[in-house]
């Protein structure tokens, strides 16, 4: 009987697998080791270890940096680029911008696509969609049998103005196809039709890279799978919060960057909405990095796209995610200046932390919360990996505590107080520069180290409660059980507010609607499934920035539109605290937005009724260094499965479980509640 639903997050340190009962509401969850660069071998061991049959898997959904790591290691396709006659540079001219004004020399990085297999052929159309040069067939056939002779593998094809008018585009890929068969080859119209020229060539191009790239992956894990067994649907979580399947992954690659923080934001946003908090701060701190974003009234906050690198946007919509290189195995350094730093290097899984034994010298997060005592170094990873605590203090001690002439346990305090700095000013960059105020929201802590440093991170931006998982170190996975299908289409409006021509813009929406259902129906999703979101991408002209405010469904009148000009306008005040009148500077509506979901598989989680005591779980006591105790401190420790709903737990205090370790502070109080999720309130100390 087809019971379970599993969810998978492959990361660069560790693979997570969380399988859940669907009657039930049991789960069961594994941790291993990642296994770069065949993550498959790492998914199919973390199925081996969880022990369920392929034909108990009522559903699959996977998340994974595949498709970042490609673009960060430039190991994608060797891809060619075709655009109009005079814009072959676009993709290197970018927006002519630089990260640090005043470093002068700073290096760009290289283009995806090399500059000699950038290549223009003649078209024109202008910005109404009207036709000025007729594509010349001949130059696009030529172009194709250059790139055949070059090995390109995939061809990415962008014209000026082709958002308005997508014919020339079309013809051009129906001809590469032509003189190059097996090619990967799409269009900007089909990929991103806005009226950017930079991010439209951007994406598209990024889109092709990863194109092949993927179409390996999920080829290999679908035969896999087979092989295997399980003959059901492989359904891909994307950067948007939603998952896909893998024929739509493969068509849409590029939406598979950020895929596994997303899984983690919409797992943060569930079990936070469970607890009674419906504004949340969600912090997923892992090996690699940490991920901070923002939960407004049970819905994450979506950006229209994002980047992987400075000069590489990808324009889908995506998770308003912060990453900074904050993990368990961020390396502790010094600078020119004499300035203790952390990260963004990371020791990773291998050589890892100097703790671990395996090849790795410097010191680390995970070698300071060693030190200190946080974790156990015989239950790391609830035994299954050893870790030395004489390592750590080695690093520590060789690498910062001699340089600046303090003990090992005052160097490690400093490595955490800088990485947690690092995350302080990522949450303050995704809420209080968004007009949100952070004591007004709950911290939902996870990944392996988040537990670690929450409440620390609580205490410095005056957040009153965190919320602790039920299992920490796999709420990217879990989350991934709770997201439906989801698929974001877009046509462009370019029109003014005054000047709207409201026939128009209801059958942009009409088409964008149908192209939603005809989506769906490929994927075998029912017309009772499905749900739609419209909303339109608003600025004052001739601005460049949009900010995206949500439209009604339905026929538009002109009375609606005037609604989303003041939606525009109090968002515009919320986000930059000023707002233009209409008689200054006209409202322009930028781009017709669809967002439909379709009702996916979901699991629920099981209460936890029967009452129990913190002692129950009680296990011993530790010294424990804490700051706010004036070093080491005589500290108890509970085991987590133990732990059962109404247990108090008075800090400070550790928690210890398999897949990660929570530490409560001198003055702040853990309460389970009926998910065994830990509440911890830091009220008596801010």
Not at 276 to 284: E, L
Not at 339 to 366: E, F, R, V
Not at 404 to 413: G, L, P, Q, S, W
């Amino acid at each position: 009987m087809q019971r379970y639903s599993i969810g998978v997050d492959i990361g660069g340190t560790f693979s997570d697998l969380v399988c859940m009962d669907n009657d039930s509401g049991e789960i069961i969850n594994v941790k291993v080791p990642s296994t770069p660069p065949r993550f498959i071998e790492g998914i199919m061991n973390a199925l081996d270890k969880c022990g369920i049959t392929p034909g108990e898997l009522s559903v699959f959904k996977h998340g994974s940096t595949i498709a970042t790591n490609a673009v960060i290691q430039r190991k994608g396709a060797k891809t060619g680029l075709l655009t109009t006659n005079g814009f072959r540079d676009v993709l290197e001219a970018a927006r002519g911008d630089r990260p640090d004004l005043y470093n002068f020399a700073w290096d760009p990085g290289t283009p995806l696509v090399p500059r000699r297999n950038r290549l223009g052929v003649t078209e024109r159309v202008d910005y109404e969609g009207n036709v000025v040069e007729s594509l010349n067939e001949d130059e696009v056939r030529h172009a194709s049998r250059l790139f055949k002779k070059r090995g390109i593998e995939a061809v990415a094809i962008c014209f000026i103005n082709s958002f308005m008018n997508p014919a020339h585009e079309l013809r051009a890929k129906e001809i590469v196809t032509e003189e190059m068969p097996g090619v990967y080859a799409c269009t900007s119209y089909e990929v991103f039709p806005e009226v950017k020229e930079f991010e439209r060539t951007s994406t598209t191009t990024v889109n092709a890279y990863l194109g092949p790239v993927v179409e390996r992956y999920y080829a290999e894990l679908t035969n896999r799978f087979g092989e295997w067994g399980y003959k059901g649907d492989l359904l891909v979580i994307h950067s948007g919060g939603g998952v896909m399947t893998a024929e739509s992954a493969r068509q849409f690659p590029a939406r598979t960057c950020q895929s596994g923080p997303a899984g983690g934001v919409m797992g943060g946003a569930y079990v936070g909405g469970l607890a009674g908090f419906k504004n949340v701060i969600t912090f997923d701190m892992g090996g690699t990095s940490a991920d901070l974003a923002l939960v407004w009234q049970g819905q994450p906050l979506i950006e229209p796209g994002t980047k992987v690198e400075f000069k590489i946007p990808i324009r889908f919509p995506c998770v308003d995610l912060m990453a900074v290189g904050a993990g368990g195995g961020s390396i502790a350094w010094i600078d020119t200046g004499g300035t203790l730093k952390s990260g963004p290097q990371s020791a990773g899984a291998y050589p890892g932390p100097a703790c671990y034994d395996t090849g790795g010298n410097d010191p680390t997060n995970t070698d300071a919360n060693l030190v200190l005592g946080r974790l156990n170094p015989d239950s790391f990873l609830g035994g299954e990996m050893r870790i030395k605590p004489e390592l750590a203090r080695e690093a520590i001690k060789t690498r910062v505590a001699d340089h600046f002439r303090m003990t090992v346990e005052e160097a490690a305090d400093g490595i955490l107080r800088v990485s947690n700095a690092n995350m302080i000013n990522a949450t303050r960059l995704i809420s209080v520069e968004r007009g949100y105020d952070p004591r007004d929201f709950a911290l939902v802590a996870f990944g392996g180290a988040g537990p670690l440093h929450a409440a620390d991170l609580a205490f410095e931006l005056n957040i009153p409660k965190v919320l602790v998982p039920r299992w920490p170190g796999l709420t990217s996975a879990f989350g991934m059980l709770h997201v439906d299908i989801r698929h974001d289409f877009l046509r462009p409006v370019l029109q003014k507010e005054k000047d709207v021509d409201l026939d128009r813009l209801n059958e942009t929406f009409k088409e964008l609607e149908e192209m939603a259902r005809n989506q769906f129906e490929k994927e075998g999703v029912s017309a009772g499934q499905i749900k739609f979101q419209r909303s339109m991408d608003v600025k004052y002209f001739p601005q460049s920035r949009y900010l995206n405010v949500p439209v009604r469904s339905g026929q538009l009148t002109f009375e609606d539109v005037k609604d989303v000009a003041e939606a525009f306008h109090q968002k515009h005040q919320q986000e930059f605290s000023y707002t233009i009148p209409g008689d200054v500077v006209a409202v322009e509506l930028g781009n017709a937005r669809l967002t439909a979901w379709g009702v996916a598989p979901k699991a629920q989680l099981k209460e936890y009724p029967e009452l129990g005591t913190a002692e129950e779980a009680h296990i011993g006591n530790r010294k424990v260094w804490f700051r706010q105790a004036g070093g080491w401190t005589t500290t108890p420790v509970y085991l987590r499965d133990r732990l059962k709903n109404g247990a108090v737990i008075p800090g400070p205090a550790i928690v210890e479980q398999k897949d990660s370790t929570t530490v409560i502070p001198p003055g702040v109080t853990g309460t389970v509640n009926e998910y065994l999720h830990i509440i911890l309130d830091l009220s008596a100390i801010l």
